[in-house]
């Protein structure tokens, strides 16, 4: 008996010390957008990586409603009533909004089919998504809460602004914006993400938390080509193919923009790399946010070889393993099966 209970004392120690050394809770703040969709099924397929407290939303690809709206809606893809939305400032800090419903259509997730994903089964909350993830950060010891990032900047400056102290509880920053090598999106300098709200952006750069950013330096690598779109579309018999339909639309811009065999699927990076870091190549260096009206306004300026003596801020993603990266998606998926 004595040699029974120490076996399983041992299981039980070693068992929950693996899954609570492991588990990442998250809020993940975004502005879906067909990308920031697929994130948030990442997320939610991995209950034992991930906890996610909360979605919280930002005005960009579309105006706050619609991205409210899409967040419920893929919410309801997966019937999944139980994760909180909030909805967060309706505009940058400073500048006007800049949407970009030439890349993700008018909705913000229209699809290749033209058939709409299923409405809301759910609603947002009454709180502002400022509010939450103020509250949570103060429910939670320091640096238990990780914030993901697939949007403008705008609800964590916020944030940050309305109280410094706690916000800096958090454990680290992970976000999907910016570029150190590969030029611009929206401009020829600037990443969509931090260009329409750099002064957010520049806020939290500066902040001293720890950031991992996922750039287009990294992004551009994870094309979804004919074959991985296929990979998506079988992943999964009750979402894949209106996963691949979301896909088939989102792949239609970007294929004419840049002339490559499908778009970069940006906003998944962040929450792969809490499941399998593995999968990205990391370098810390200085990265500083261009807000000086101009032609290189929004930029992330990168200090890539070091030339400089400032502080290395940024854990930026210079590059990643694209075949796992969508192997990790699809296999995910498949659990919504
Ligand atoms: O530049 C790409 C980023 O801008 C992605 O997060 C996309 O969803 C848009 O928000
Ligand atoms: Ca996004």
């Not at 500083?288 to 993603?317: L, M, S």
Request: hydrophobic residues 40%; charged residues 20%; negative net charge.
């Amino acid at each position: 008996t004595i040699c029974k209970r120490y076996a399983y004392t041992y299981f039980i120690q070693n068992n929950l010390k693996e899954i609570f050394l492991s588990i990442h809770k998250i809020i993940l703040d975004c502005d879906p957008g067909h990308d920031d969709a697929i994130a948030i099924l990442l997320a939610l397929s991995s209950p034992k990586e991930i906890e996610c407290l909360g979605i919280t939303v930002c005005a960009g690809n579309v105006p706050i409603e619609l991205t409210a709206k899409n967040a419920l809606r893929v919410l309801s893809l997966i019937e999944n009533k139980t994760v909180p939305v909030f909805r967060g400032c309706p505009k940058p800090l400073v500048t006007k909004l800049v949407t970009a419903e030439h890349v993700h259509g008018e909705s913000g997730l229209d699809t290749g089919s033209g058939v709409s994903l299923p409405e809301p089964i759910s609603n947002c909350q009454k709180q502002h998504a400022v509010e939450f993830i103020l509250e949570t950060l103060s429910k939670h010891p320091s640096d238990e809460i990780t914030l993901v990032a697939t949007g403008p900047l705008t609800n964590l400056a916020a944030a940050y602004t309305l109280d410094p102290k706690t916000f800096k509880k958090a454990k680290n920053i992970i976000l999907m914006g910016g570029a150190g090598f590969e030029p611009g999106n929206i401009t020829p300098a600037a990443e969509f993400n931090i260009f329409v709200d750099p002064f957010a952006a520049k806020s939290i750069f500066e902040s001293e938390i720890d950031i991992f950013m996922f750039g287009l330096d990294v992004t551009h690598q994870m094309i979804i080509t004919p074959k991985r779109l296929s990979l998506i579309k079988k992943s999964s018999n009750s979402i894949g193919p209106t996963t691949a339909d979301l896909l088939t639309f989102f792949n239609s811009y970007d294929t004419k923009k840049y002339g490559w065999d499908g778009a970069p699927l940006h906003d998944p990076c962040t929450i792969a790399w809490l499941i399998k870091p593995e999968i990205f190549q990391i370098k810390k260096m200085s990265v500083e946010i261009e807000t000086n009206n101009g032609p290189a306004f929004g930029r992330t300026i990168a200090d890539w070889f070091n030339v400089t003596d400032k502080n290395k801020n940024v854990n930026v993603a210079i590059s990643g393993k694209s075949d796992q990266f969508f192997d990790l998606i699809a296999e995910r998926l498949s659990r919504f099966s």
